[in-house]
């Protein structure tokens, strides 16, 4: 995703590209429009779509070069050359704003400072005389590059970085999920990872084409990746649901520092609270039975502080919220699978239990039972015929 140089064998079925190009260029303007009209997640959407229309106007001007090798757009060529320096800040600031409900502001402008200072750096070549520029696209064309492998190095390293700093702060982000909410699994933005994914992916095509020439690995069909990858994920974007913001621990302070450090392993009130807990998570109508369950919720009923509730559940009962209903809900349909006169399918006794869907249910069932829903229903089935068959 460099700044590329053509391979002796130029143009590398050049018009099959320029309309791949073409075409994603307009639907990233689409797109764009788009995402930036969205209501839900609007912060995060209006970054995805610059995002997206900086992608788009990327393949235009690569589109119009490569079709007419023109030195007149060899300028604009250049130019859109250094965007791959903003790709990596705009996922980031995407995935913050996600995760935060944060916008843009004036001082994430220092997110841009590696696009600011590649554009000095190169800024010559935007000033060159039209000669200039000619001679240049000449020398572009014929395979040389004017700059050494440290630009590609310095985009990767830069960008990768960016990458790596999201993906933090998505994890950081399940994890205040697994602490307040039931159904984390369903809001943990798991799709996020595929598309962190995809760019390491074609990051690493783009080092290996940086470092090694391969004709299977030229920039038209890298280029072509990009162009598919990211209308895929925006086009994914738009169905969305609104993403839950959970507020990052704070520092605490006088008002809150007391309360906690009341809050001691052998403070009377644990008792209480576990009783409570048990009696809300027991009867005919237990609360574990709510899909979207929260401490929030759960704290209100009790009628006990949520950050007392938080301290039980942690430990009395040895995990997050999101482990502690779970485990509940994972015992009441394993109950139901072992009563032989319940013929609901597994996937109903899981909705009926709480889940919110069939994954999270057999990876929590498989985790806390040792085998899955349906073989713990046929083995406890098979028991029951032994048992009702008997001796003679």
């Not at 985009?155 to 702060?169: D, E, I, T």
């Not at 999920?177 to 809001?187: G, I, P």
């Amino acid at each position: 995703m460099g700044v590329p140089s053509l391979p002796p064998d130029y143009p590398m079925d050049i018009a099959f590209w320029v309309y791949v190009y073409i075409a994603a260029a307009v639907q990233a303007a689409l797109l764009a429009l788009a995402l930036w009209r969205r209501s839900a997640n609007r912060e995060a959407n209006r970054l995805l779509a610059v995002w997206v229309a900086l992608t788009g106007l990327d393949l235009a001007v690569k589109a119009a070069y490569w079709h007419t090798l023109a030195p007149e757009w060899f300028r604009a060529y250049r130019f859109v050359a250094l965007f791959p320096f903003l790709y990596g800040s705009l996922f980031f600031l995407y995935v913050r704003a996600l995760t935060r409900g944060v916008g843009f502001r004036w001082r994430d402008l220092r997110h841009l400072l590696g696009f600011a200072a590649m554009l000095l750096v190169t800024g010559h070549v935007l000033l060159a005389s039209t000669a200039r520029l000619q001679a240049m696209s000449a020398s572009w064309i014929a395979g040389e590059r004017s700059i050494g492998h440290w630009f590609d190095i310095a985009l990767f390293v830069y960008s990768l970085s960016y990458v790596a700093a999201a993906l933090v702060r998505v994890h950081r982000y399940r994890q205040r999920l697994r602490e307040r909410r039931s159904d984390a699994d369903r809001l943990s933005l798991r799709w996020i990872d595929a598309m962190a994914a995809c760019q390491v992916v074609i990051w690493c095509i783009a080092i290996v084409q940086a470092l090694i020439y391969l004709p299977i690995l030229n920039y038209g069909l890298l280029f072509g990746a990009i162009a598919g990858w990211i209308c895929v994920v925006g086009w994914f974007s738009l169905g969305q649901p609104p993403v839950a913001i959970e507020p990052e621990a704070a520092p605490a302070d006088e008002a809150t520092a007391a309360p906690a450090a009341s809050a001691e392993p052998d403070d009377a009130r644990y008792d209480a609270v576990q009783a409570r807990l048990a009696a809300l998570m027991d009867g005919a109508a237990p609360l574990y039975l709510e899909p979207a369950l929260s401490i929030g919720q759960v704290a209100k009923r009790s009628g006990y502080p949520e950050y007392l509730v938080s301290a039980v559940i942690n430990r009395r009962f040895g995990g997050t919220f999101w482990d502690y209903i779970n485990r509940l809900r994972v015992e009441a349909a394993r109950a139901c699978l072992a009563d032989a006169g319940d013929t609901r399918s597994i996937l109903d006794i899981a909705y009926a239990c709480g889940f919110t869907s069939k994954s999270t249910f057999n990876a929590a069932f498989k985790r806390q039972v040792g085998d899955t829903p349906s073989a713990y229903r046929k083995a406890r089935s098979l028991t029951a015929t032994a048992g009702r068959a008997g001796p003679g």
